[in-house]
């Protein structure tokens, strides 16, 4: 999996105040990641809920501690 992709996707989406589309993010990006790229991360992607922890548990982690 591209985390950085996911990240930066991730990002897109939290930040937007309208609608959010792979078009969109690859105009933002200046074409750094093409929609049909975003498009294809997105359909490939099937995260297992123990990949999604793994992704997410460090920053879960560092909350619960403060």
Same mark, same amino acid.
């Given at each position: 999996?591209?985390?950085?992709? #996911? %990240? #930066?996707?991730? %990002?897109?989406?939290?930040?937007s105040?309208?609608q959010?589309?792979a078009? @969109?993010?690859?105009?933002? #990006?200046? @074409?750094?990641?093409?929609?049909?790229?975003i498009t294809?991360f997105l359909?490939?992607s099937? #995260?297992?809920s123990?990949e999604?922890?793994?992704?997410?548990?460090? %920053?879960?982690r560092?909350?619960?501690s %403060?």
């Amino acid at each position: 999996m591209k985390t950085e992709l #996911l %990240d #930066l996707y991730t %990002d897109y989406l939290i930040s937007s105040f309208s609608q959010s589309t792979a078009t @969109g993010l690859s105009r933002l #990006l200046d @074409g750094a990641y093409t929609h049909d790229r975003i498009t294809n991360f997105l359909a490939e992607s099937h #995260l297992t809920s123990k990949e999604l922890w793994q992704l997410v548990k460090k %920053d879960i982690r560092k909350i619960e501690s %403060d």
